[in-house]
């Protein structure tokens, strides 16, 4: 799916709706100090809590008649377990930050949460967020900060040293990692000491398959369409063919995704499959590399295919059990996560790894890697990653690719493994077809 154009919101609409709101809580409205009182969920670690923390302190310095009460969910499967339950029997939070795609999809959002398609940011929000965040019926949700991107990080600094272009086409990135082998680098970085690096071969070239057919994750979720077949079976062809041209690094078996980082900063290693979250490593372990990391779409065979996989922020969601003016008061707190001013609390917190979604444009001192996201997304060459459109994940996909690239098994044998390996989640998620 494409994108739109980026738009900056102003926040306009949200100050005049939180002015009232101010003007509203004055009069006590049945809530004591004269204060509308609502609480916001959010992940329990860390960085979640303190960006948590300061979205909530600038919001109530704007809007003194509401207060905003912070509670935390684990991550994970208790965590969706969580907000399950707490929807279920109508004591969920006010506010509250949850996944977008498949996930959103299983908290039944017609009858369960509000929908925000009157809400002053919903025409700047990307359509692939859209697409993630709403039913045939509406919106209900907005974003909660940036977007992450899969495909290949790789050392600027030796693509200028090489003379080498950005590679459109499979053919034409596997003529790069020819030149960079006869120039002593390793082409392309894998970390199988983390298995779940593996899977950026195929996961990253998801976009490139919804180019090619724009209806694969329906069919894919229908029983219909299966990675043994083209398009999908690509992405498990290329990291064999990698595999076998010997590009990879030597100690590719026990090599974690910290080594990963390190080679690309390093310029050991030219390519890395991986997301674009390496840049938090990276700017943590190795700083001065920063500048020299870039970013390319995992190319297509077809460069007319060649997209950008996105995985989308997550979502903001206000449950129906949200009423009267604590509903309003959602709703000032809701627009403000998606005001220009949330956008630079989130990029103080920490750096974006990509593009936001949601109309607020990135910093003009932006990593080189995200701004070439960012292109991208301006071309409209993106799609959202497979597990936003399709509740449909194997378990065993690591190990799979794993093997691919150890040169244990084919891609097409893999490829029907996996196809086999998605059968028990999606008979088990009562999925019509399976």
């Not at 306009?12 to 101010?22: G, K």
């Not at 359509?127 to 509406?138: L, Q, R």
């Not at 943590?284 to 996105?310: E, K, Y």
């Not at 059968?423 to 088990?428: C, S």
Request: charged share 20%.
């Amino acid at each position: 799916m494409n994108t739109t154009p980026f738009r900056r919101w102003t926040g306009t609409a949200a100050a005049t709706a939180a002015a009232a709101l101010a003007l509203a809580a004055c009069s006590g409205g049945g809530n004591t100090d004269g204060n509308v009182e609502i609480t916001f969920l959010t992940s329990a670690g860390d960085l979640s809590i303190a960006t948590g923390e300061a979205l909530i302190e600038a919001f109530e310095a704007e809007n003194p008649g509401i207060v905003v009460n912070l509670d935390t969910k684990p991550d994970g499967t208790d965590g969706d377990n969580l907000v399950k339950t707490r929807l279920s029997t109508g004591e969920m939070a006010d506010v509250f930050m949850y996944n977008s795609g498949s996930l959103f999809q299983a908290l039944n959002p017609e009858q369960n949460l509000v929908e925000m398609s009157d809400f002053a940011f919903a025409d700047s929000l990307t359509d692939d967020f859209a697409s993630v965040v709403s039913t045939e019926n509406g919106l209900y949700g907005g974003a909660y900060g940036a977007s992450l991107a899969g495909g290949i990080a790789y050392n600027g600094a030796i693509y200028d040293e090489l003379g080498l272009e950005v590679p459109e086409s499979w053919d034409d990135f596997m003529a790069n990692n020819e030149e960079i082998a006869a120039a002593g680098y390793d082409p392309i970085i894998q970390t199988y000491g983390d298995t779940w690096t593996a899977q950026l071969f195929v996961l990253a070239d998801f976009a490139n398959v919804n180019a090619a057919d724009p209806e694969w994750a329906q069919g894919y979720t229908a029983h219909e369409k299966f990675y043994a077949e083209q398009p999908a079976l690509a992405g498990f062809v290329h990291h064999q063919e990698a595999y076998e041209a010997g590009y990879f690094n030597e100690n590719y078996p026990s090599a974690t995704y910290e080594d990963g980082a390190r080679m690309l900063a390093e310029g050991t290693g030219v390519h890395y499959p991986i997301l674009t979250g390496v840049m938090d490593t990276i700017r943590a372990n190795h700083p001065d590399a920063v500048g020299d990391i870039r970013f390319m779409a995992l190319p297509a065979d077809d460069p007319a295919n060649t997209s950008a996989t996105i995985w989308q922020p997550s979502g903001v969601y206000i449950p129906q059990t949200t009423e009267g003016e604590e509903r309003e008061a959602a709703q000032a707190f809701v627009e403000f996560v998606n005001s220009t001013e949330a956008c630079e609390i989130f990029t103080a917190q920490g750096a974006p790894t990509g593009p936001y979604v949601n109309g607020c444009e990135l910093p003009g001192d932006v990593d080189p890697l995200v701004a070439d996201v960012q292109a991208y997304f301006d071309s409209g060459r993106t799609a959202p990653a497979l597990e936003f459109l399709s509740p449909i994940k194997g378990p065993n996909l690591s190990q799979i690719t794993v093997e691919v690239g150890s040169g244990i098994r084919g891609a097409e044998e893999a490829a029907a493994n996996y196809d086999r390996d998605v059968e028990n989640q999606a008979q088990q998620l009562g999925l019509e077809g399976w």
